[in-house]
């Protein structure tokens, strides 16, 4: 099937830090990809859906300036938190679209963030 | 704006017994979908029902769609511990190919 990868797996950093999360379809071309967050016991939100060489498009109260998201190829979507705070601590997953994997989205394995 | 409800929300059930997870959602979607979830790992695709009707088995876990009803159940037969996670359906929000989750079933297999 295809295969989603995410790095880090998981990251701890300084309030103030900005932290940049990696987001690659391994065996297939993705050509949407989303983000979303899930707090500890809770469901998946998503973030903001992205397609590669356009602008993200961001949820409902998501900031785009707090989140930003480049998906400069077909491989890959990065999420970085801009200046983290302890409440972006969360778990970051993305999941991929694309031509071989129309049907259903593939997630990563997901990206734990703690910020002190 | 689409609503997707799931319940129960807590499952505890012994090795051997049968039940049904209920997903229900507000509004017209082309597509369901169930994942699982075990502690600290991401989602695992389970299945996709693209059509009222739609029924798809793996294993013990049977997956089915009303789109008339807006309602697809995940049934389990013969429940074995392995089966312990938290299982999500998602809806395709009006063919954008984004997904509302449901709040998650925490599902509890008993020896």
């Known amino acids: 099937g295809a295969v989603v990868s995410q790095h880090p797996s998981r990251v701890i950093c300084k309030s103030g830090t900005s932290v940049k999360i990696e987001c690659r379809s391994l065996?297939?071309?993705?050509?949407?990809m989303f983000w979303y967050r899930q707090f500890p016991k809770q469901s998946l939100m998503l973030m903001a859906t992205?397609?590669?060489?356009?602008?993200?498009?961001?949820e409902q109260g998501v900031e785009k300036d707090k989140f930003l998201i480049n998906h400069a190829s077909l491989t890959l979507s990065t999420l970085t938190v801009a200046s983290a705070h302890p409440e972006d601590s969360s778990f970051y997953i993305c999941?991929?679209?694309?031509?071989?994997?129309?049907?259903?989205?593939?997630f990563g394995p997901g990206t734990r963030l703690l910020v002190l | 704006e689409l609503k997707v409800e799931q319940n129960p929300l807590f499952l505890s059930m012994q090795e051997g017994k049968n039940y049904t997870i209920y997903c229900n959602y507000s509004?017209?979607?082309?597509?369901l979908y169930w994942y699982r979830q075990d502690p600290g790992k991401s989602l695992e695709s389970l299945f996709v029902?693209?059509?009222?009707?739609a029924v798809k088995q793996e294993g013990r876990l049977m997956a089915s769609l009303d789109t008339k009803a807006r309602l697809s159940t995940l049934h389990i037969t013969a429940a074995v511990h392995d089966l312990s996670a938290t299982y999500f359906c998602?809806?395709?929000?009006?063919?954008?190919?984004?997904?509302?989750f449901g709040k998650g079933t925490k599902l509890t297999v008993n020896p």
């Open positions: 999941s991929a679209t694309g031509t071989r994997a129309r049907e259903t989205q593939y």
């Open positions: 065996d297939f071309q993705a050509t949407t």
């Open positions: 992205s397609n590669e060489g356009s602008k993200a498009t961001y």
């Open positions: 509004t017209t979607s082309d597509r």
């Open positions: 029902l693209l059509s009222n009707g």
């Open positions: 998602a809806v395709d929000k009006g063919g954008s190919e984004k997904l509302v």
